[in-house]
């Protein structure tokens, strides 16, 4: 079954504590992405990789680093996490661009910074 | 700022109703458009795809593109409960190394028996 997998699913942490979100995807996907959703907000893009070992900062890049060592994995890391960065994270991925009719979501992660 | 600007709703329609749902973009070069599902908790789910001016239909739903008043739309035809969801317009650009996904906030449809 095609999907994209994020772990964990529910988070919640305290300020300044290292985490790492994980997400991957078995599809072969080239393009992966990571998106933040908030209430009034909608989805906003954080960070995107085209191919392995080459990351963008999307709109909101600020507090996150990302990694693309293999193609199937996209790893997000908060470093030092405040309470601003408590969302619903999602992963997404697609074959490559402009393929966006390609594009899976992950089941998205629910995280809250104490 | 290129931005995706959808009314946040609720639009409410009762069972068997058309759901007209609508989204403007200001990027004209924008090339591509979609439409995502949402239901409550849940991942995006893309419903509908279109690329050029006019109709496209699959099924219940029609995606509407209209490039010179930069407007797209999507109706619901017979909305069902089980359609009740928030509605993502998202608008891509012209795709290569710069490629981006712009959503808009989305529409919240309640659909009732």
């Known amino acids: 079954e095609a999907q994209v997998t994020q772990n964990p699913r529910y988070l919640i942490t305290v300020t300044g504590k290292k985490l790492t979100v994980t997400c991957s995807q078995n599809m072969n996907h080239e393009y992966m992405s990571w998106y933040r959703q908030d209430p009034g907000l909608g989805l906003r893009q954080i960070y995107y990789s085209m191919n392995v070992e080459v990351t963008d900062k999307g709109d909101v890049p600020e507090g996150y680093k990302v990694s693309r060592k293999e193609k199937r994995n996209f790893p997000l890391i908060l470093e030092s996490p405040s309470p601003n960065q408590t969302s619903l994270y999602f992963c997404?991925?697609?074959?490559?661009?402009?393929?966006?009719?390609?594009?899976?979501f992950g089941p998205g992660t629910r995280l809250t910074v104490l | 700022q290129k931005e995706v600007e959808q009314n946040s709703g609720p639009l409410s329609v009762p069972e068997g109703a058309i759901a007209s749902l609508n989204c403007t973009y200001s990027d004209r070069g924008s090339q591509s458009f979609f439409w995502y599902r949402q239901y409550s908790g849940k991942s995006p789910e893309l419903i509908m795809f279109?690329?050029?001016?006019g109709d496209k239909e699959d099924g219940r739903f029609t995606a509407q593109l209209n490039k010179a008043s930069q407007y797209v739309s999507l109706l619901i035809r017979d909305s069902q409960p089980s359609d009740s969801a928030t509605y993502l317009c998202a608008v891509s650009n012209s795709g290569g190394s710069n490629y981006k996904l712009t959503f808009g906030k989305g529409t919240l449809l309640t659909v009732n028996p």
């Open positions: 997404a991925s697609m074959l490559h661009p402009p393929r966006t009719d390609t594009q899976y």
């Open positions: 279109i690329y050029s001016n």
